[in-house]
């Protein structure tokens, strides 16, 4: 059971309108890693977890949080098209900075939302479930989860550097420290779990029915060598069950493919069978 609390966690208020800005802000609300992509992420991976404990309310706090993130930015959204100028849009850019700003305004914050946010990215692209990763393994969940808030928090700094307005920054610079955290706080789970289910995904897989001559092997198919110089190319494994082993000139282990050709219905191209000449 979710319970709203009307005040936000964070003030959201701009200090002027500003419709164009309103668009780019759509991208950390509804793109592939906006707000509502990791509140969903979260959610849903903490209601799979089928045991009882910290896990499950690690991921049901901070999916809780994000959906308070998705509230401010819409509001924030919102009051950024204020008075925007949706009417007579001809007379109201003969103002040459006005009219730059509306020319890259999206038209659907005016036509579709009535001057608020929409679930979409900046480029209108509505948001799909697709983005989201709930797997019911913790460790691969929160190694998805660790890119996701890398991603978002890098857009949210690109936003930051791009806007001047100082309620739009005060605002930003509290998502980016909440990202901080979060980043730090999935580190600390993933650590957690290695240690007890060590780092490679899926643990319980049984080691025999792996192909184990290849498994700590790095190839290189790129020209020269500068890939060895990789702590991945020499030494003990991460997972400490072997040596990495680095390969110059990696081995082709299968054969030159030959497939049977396909029946005469199927009319592919096929010299093996004389075609009918009526």
Known sequence: MFYHIKELQYPSKPDRPDPLFAKQLQEVLGGQFGEISVAMQYLFQGFNVRIDGKYKDLLMDV?????AH?????TMIARLLDNAPVGDLEEACKNPV???IIGGMNPQ??????????PADSVGNRWTADYI???GNLLADFRANLNAESQGRLQVARLYEITSDRGVKDMLSFLIARDTMHQNMWLAAIEELEQKEGVVVPSTFPRELEKQQVAYDFYNFSQGDASAE???AYGPSMDGCSEFRYIQNPPAYGEIPVLNPAPPYIFDTN???PPSLC
């Open 98 to 100: 006005l009219g730059a």
């Open 70 to 74: 998705v509230e401010m930015l819409a």
């Open 63 to 67: 999916g809780t949080e994000e959906l």
């Open 109 to 118: 914050h005016a036509i579709v939302s009535g001057l608020g946010a929409m």
């Open 133 to 135: 990763i709930a797997s």
């Open 230 to 232: 990789g702590r991945w």
């Open 271 to 273: 010299f093996q069978i």
